[in-house]
């Protein structure tokens, strides 16, 4: 019985934060193929790890530190694989919503392929920045110290800031 009530709320608490699960792999994989499978990884890897799950963190909290680890060893294990499919522009748009404008699409297709761009860390960190997290949930996800996560963000806002700017020259 106590199984069954595990995999109840398990399956709730994923029902619940699975925006989290779909923003990461996203975020780290571009083919459609690649993000099923990182999605499936991260579910199995949630809930191999539920037993051990401390409650002094929030769902949320647990989840993105999980799924952030699952999604950086799944990227550098693709990226050791050679590309056989490469995102292009119209792949991208597709997945932004059709009722923004143009000019907003154009922003967020440069925003997203300059994330893509960075490393693992800094993808985590402005992933959760842009989550609006603050920097103390940032560290608490990550492991890495507030004061780290300050001098991170915002030395990726300059490269992002910087890489705008070239593009709108």
Not at 56 to 83: C, D, G, M, Q
Not at 138 to 145: A, F, N, P, R
Request: glycine residues 2%; hydrophobic residues 40%.
């Amino acid at each position: 019985m106590e199984q069954n009530s595990n995999t109840g709320l398990f399956l709730s608490i994923v029902e619940k934060n699975k925006g989290i699960i779909y923003k990461i792999a996203n975020t780290y994989c571009k083919a459609p193929e690649e993000r099923k499978d990182l999605v499936q990884e991260i579910i199995l890897q949630l809930w191999k790890s539920f037993h051990q799950y401390n409650d002094v963190y929030k769902y949320s909290t647990w989840i993105y530190r999980i799924a952030l680890n699952v999604a950086i060893s799944f990227y550098r294990k693709e990226k050791r694989k050679p590309s056989i499919v490469s995102a292009d522009s119209a792949s991208i748009l597709n997945i932004i919503s059709t009722g923004e404008n143009n000019f907003l699409k154009e922003e967020t297709f440069f925003l997203q392929r300059f994330i893509s761009e960075l490393k693992e860390l800094d993808k985590a960190l402005i992933l959760l920045f842009l989550e609006e997290k603050n920097y103390k949930e940032i560290s608490e996800i990550l492991g890495v110290s507030e004061t780290n996560v300050s001098t991170k963000v915002n030395r990726i806002k300059k490269i992002l800031k910087q890489k705008f700017s070239q593009v709108t020259m």
